[in-house]
């Protein structure tokens, strides 16, 4: 870190007296955890638990509900999308966060950056349109459960997939393409990623107004989806309380808890990373509050999901006396 640090300096100087135009840069110097080489193994090893149990927990719900015939229902077909992009969105920072911890490695090629911030926009962008029909799923489930079947039949479920994953893409075009209109005055990112907000820091023309525009643009959409979800939970829930059995209210209750509790995740550590307060913005909290919005997420949805959800469970279990058979 301080040897970053004095590279940073020694850079920064070099701006003022020249003002050299990086846009043309060939790579970014991202984040040193730390100089000292016991530590930086510790950061490889954290980040390898984290990441496999992430990609585990993901792949073992796809298996669970593509493998199990009672699970191809509407809700799981989404929740399966839903690991699919959390796997994906796991898989952007991690690894690379990794090698570099163990090759001692901080740079990123231009072309690694811009693809770390299409997918990191596109995987996210997408697993909240996703998270968006989900609710609205949960709402014709419980609200108009005699047209369910003829609402969220299969063609209608694809074609809803689709377009949320065709606007993840638009979604990371449009940041990518934004942030890399920018002309650069530095190559050092303050961060362990390609995250935009450190990007735009090194811009040294007015061009970084577009990716605000576009940033907030993205906030007025998420917060039109977490409305939406708002409006359609409160529907449900005034449904819920008309059910006249305890049975059945619990049972409705038990399928919405675990997308509310991941609708929250995601909405609220997002917002606790990009709204914070600038007087908190030292390098180790930005990489804390990185790590609580993109990697956190990803790796609890599984648990989430599975915690509460008896037919998960028993898919699951299903799933590993095929493996011990399979032996």
Known sequence: ???????????????????????????????EFSDIRDLQIFHFFAFFTVYLTAVSGNLLIILAVALDP?????????????AVLDLGSV??????????????SWSISYSGCVAQVFF????????????????HDRYVAICNPLQYETIMHRGACVQMAVSAWIAGILYGVLHSGGTFSIT????????????????????????????????????????????????????????????PSVHGQKKAISTCL??????????????????RPHSYSSSDLNVLFAIIYAVVPPLLNPFIYSMRNKEIKTALLKLFDLGNILK
């Open 184 to 243: 650069f005055c530095s190559n050092m990112i303050d961060q362990f990623f390609c995250e935009v907000p450190q990007i735009i820091k090194l811009a040294c023309s007015d061009m970084y107004l577009v990716e605000i525009d576009i940033l907030l643009f993205t906030c007025f959409i998420g917060l039109g989806c977490f409305i939406f979800i708002v409006v359609t939970y409160v529907q449900i829930f005034v449904a819920v309380l008309k059910i």
């Open 120 to 135: 990191l926009f596109f995987f996210v962008g997408s697993d909240f349109f996703i998270l968006t029909i989900m609710a």
């Open 91 to 104: 898989s952007v920072m991690v690894p690379k966060a990794m090698a570099n911890s163990l090759l001692n």
């Open 70 to 82: 009672h699970l191809h229902s509407p809700m799981y077909f989404f929740l399966m999308n839903l």
């Open 1 to 31: 870190m301080k040897r970053r640090k004095l590279l940073q300096g020694r850079l920064m100087l070099d701006i003022e007296i020249t003002m050299p135009n990086l846009t043309s840069t060939s790579d970014f110097l991202l984040l």
């Open 258 to 275: 675990p997308h509310l509790t991941v609708v929250s995740l995601l909405m609220f550590s997002g917002i606790f990373a990009y709204l």
